[in-house]
């Protein structure tokens, strides 16, 4: 397996690279043109999603890894992780969001058809924004609150078992749970941490079909981004959206439902013999 470097070390030994160089065209150790002008742009490796299958085994899993703690402690912080994950998957957070996600921040709501949901504020790098997410989200925040020793509104969601803010997220954890469920490497090898949730939860929502638009609003990102980390999503899925309206494709006529054309034709007759019984000469 390759070894994985980041963006950051590589453009860091780059610019060590060029001050290098720079001194010794100075010292005309090496000709003028030589000279290192700028760094060369690199292409991010994407980030690993997990899979519809991946994500359920972590499901599975993580539940019998909070069985299997051998202290009160370890119970606590792996029920917070499970949780958080789950959250993360839900929401397309980023670390920093649910870093600073307060108890005040999360609001029940209903959209227009009535359902319930959850409104998350959520502020990040200088920027805030409003997510919308499952009634199911609010049911894992609520199994964290229980279990918290801090509750209050303007207290931090995610913190240690003492109540105050967690500083990592539980990265350790995070990787150990990986561990334990066989996924801690995707699919190019490189180690998944927990900004790959951010991409799972956006994969499953164009896997599903939501406008690409609406998904970009939701992420707090743009669509450019959207389309350029996700456009490996698979569309012989969604086939029927790609070609609608192309020439020679067709969506499938519903079945006629056998029986209202019963229920119709008898309501036809009805009025037929009706109008037969005022019509009689009497």
Not at 43 to 55: A, Q
Not at 90 to 110: F, S
Not at 173 to 181: G, S, T
Request: glycine share 6%.
């Amino acid at each position: 397996m390759v070894p994985y470097i980041s963006d950051s070390t590589i453009r860091f030994e780059m610019s060590i690279y060029g001050a290098v160089m720079n001194y010794a065209i100075k010292k005309r150790y090496v000709p003028a043109s030589q000279r290192f002008d700028e760094r060369p742009k690199l292409k991010s490796m994407r980030r690993d999603e997990f899979t519809l299958e991946e994500y359920r085994k972590l499901h599975t899993v993580g539940r019998k890894w909070i069985a299997e703690a051998d202290k009160p402690s370890s119970v606590w912080y792996r029920t917070i992780t499970y949780n958080m994950i789950l959250i993360a998957c839900n929401t397309g957070m980023r670390p920093a969001e649910m870093k600073n996600l307060r108890w005040r921040d999360i609001m029940p709501a209903k959209d227009r058809e009535g359902r319930e949901i959850v409104v998350l504020f959520v502020q990040g790098k200088g920027k805030s924004r409003k997510l919308v997410a499952p009634m199911s989200v609010g049911d894992y925040l609520q199994r964290i609150r229980v279990i918290s020793r801090a509750t209050e509104p303007n207290d931090r969601v995610f913190t240690n078992v003492t109540g105050k803010p967690t500083k990592t997220l539980y990265s350790s954890l995070i990787a150990d749970l990986l561990n334990e469920a066989n996924l801690r490497e995707g699919a190019q090898g490189v180690p998944r941490s927990t900004y790959c949730f951010r991409h799972t939860y956006a994969t499953l929502r164009l896997q599903e079909g939501v406008d690409v638009y609406f998904l970009a609003e939701q992420m707090g990102t743009s669509v450019h981004m959207i389309e350029q980390h996700y456009g490996h999503v698979n569309t012989i899925k969604h086939a029927d959206r790609v070609l609608q309206g192309m020439a020679g494709w067709e969506l499938p006529r519903p079945e006629p439902d056998d029986t209202k054309a019963k229920a119709s034709k008898a309501a036809a007759t009805r009025d037929q013999s009706k109008r037969g019984q005022r019509n009689k000469p009497r």
